[in-house]
């Protein structure tokens, strides 16, 4: 389909309106999910996360403070979203990101 110099500005409009709707729909996606905040308890929570600990396991993470979680009475839950982030944070560094690091530090206490 050829356009004419007539039919341009009618064009130009349709391409906006699209980029518009384009552009209101990866708003929408990039919202986080109204699920994210879901509570989990002890058998979900093995089940959710990556490496399936064992209940065992994740008890003793609750005693050492080192997963976040809430108590209600004897009852453990665990919100979806401090997991998550949990889980993130475990990250551990490269080789090469330690030696950055390393080299930063050495930098400024030459400086001193």
Known sequence: MELTFEQLPTAVSRLYTK????ERLLELKS???QHSDRWY????????MPEKPAK???YGWVHSSVIP???KG???YFLKSEIDVWLRTGRRKTLAELNNEADGYLETAKRR
């Open 41 to 48: 308890d002890i058998n979900e929570i093995c089940d959710y």
């Open 69 to 71: 979680h809430h108590k």
């Open 31 to 33: 919202q986080p999910e």
């Open 56 to 58: 065992a396991t994740v």
């Open 74 to 76: 004897k009852k453990l």
């Open 19 to 22: 980029l518009e709707n384009i």
